[in-house]
């Protein structure tokens, strides 16, 4: 019998700089602290608490510690659900006027998605929803890349037909 999962409680990352990340966390991403473990270097981080305790800690890493290599055996990457294509384009403004490194902003068919370096060089993602009525008429496999958005995400072109998130 197969363990029963109901979904992905939290994230733990390791950081360089506890306050450099935790400005990162919570003025960029505008995830609130929501708890501390000072003695062993945790910060806790949710939107909201009651839906779950934390979404992400952060913990300070020893001294001297690597950062992360992008082809080394490990968690690629997590990702936040957004609830609009208009919170997406917000989410991609805040990144650009923090000067918070872009990996690619994509349209997946399930999704549409900016992925991005926290300051440690972790990757991240976040995305918003594209409903299945949309995304089947215009891509066969839901989770393929099917383009770069950023003339979307700047709003100097409307989301293509087939590619509408709400």
């Known amino acids: 019998m197969a363990i029963k999962?109901?979904?992905?409680?939290?994230?733990?990352?390791?950081?360089?700089?506890?306050?450099?990340s935790r400005r990162f966390f919570t003025e960029v991403l505008g995830l609130p602290v929501v708890g501390e473990a000072p003695q062993a270097g945790f910060l806790f981080f949710s939107p909201d608490v009651e839906a779950n305790h934390?979404?992400?800690?952060?913990r300070q890493a020893p001294e001297g510690a690597r950062t992360p290599?992008?082809?080394?055996?490990?968690?690629?990457?997590?990702?936040?659900?957004?609830?609009?294509?208009?919170?997406?384009?917000?989410?991609y403004r805040i990144f650009k006027a923090n000067n918070v490194r872009l990996r690619h902003v994509v349209f997946h068919g399930v999704t549409k998605s900016i992925y991005f370096y926290d300051p440690d060089g972790n990757m991240l993602e976040v995305y918003?929803?594209?409903?299945?009525?949309?995304?089947k008429k215009s891509v066969k496999n839901p989770y393929g890349l099917y383009g770069d958005i950023t003339a979307e995400l700047e709003g100097k072109e409307q989301q293509r037909p087939g590619t509408v998130a709400p």
């Open 5 to 20: 999962i109901k979904r992905t409680g939290h994230l733990v990352l390791k950081v360089k700089d506890l306050e450099r």
């Open 128 to 135: 918003c929803n594209v409903p299945p009525d949309e995304y």
């Open 54 to 58: 934390h979404v992400l800690a952060i």
């Open 69 to 91: 290599e992008p082809n080394d055996i490990g968690m690629e990457h997590v990702a936040y659900e957004l609830e609009s294509f208009a919170d997406l384009q917000e989410a």
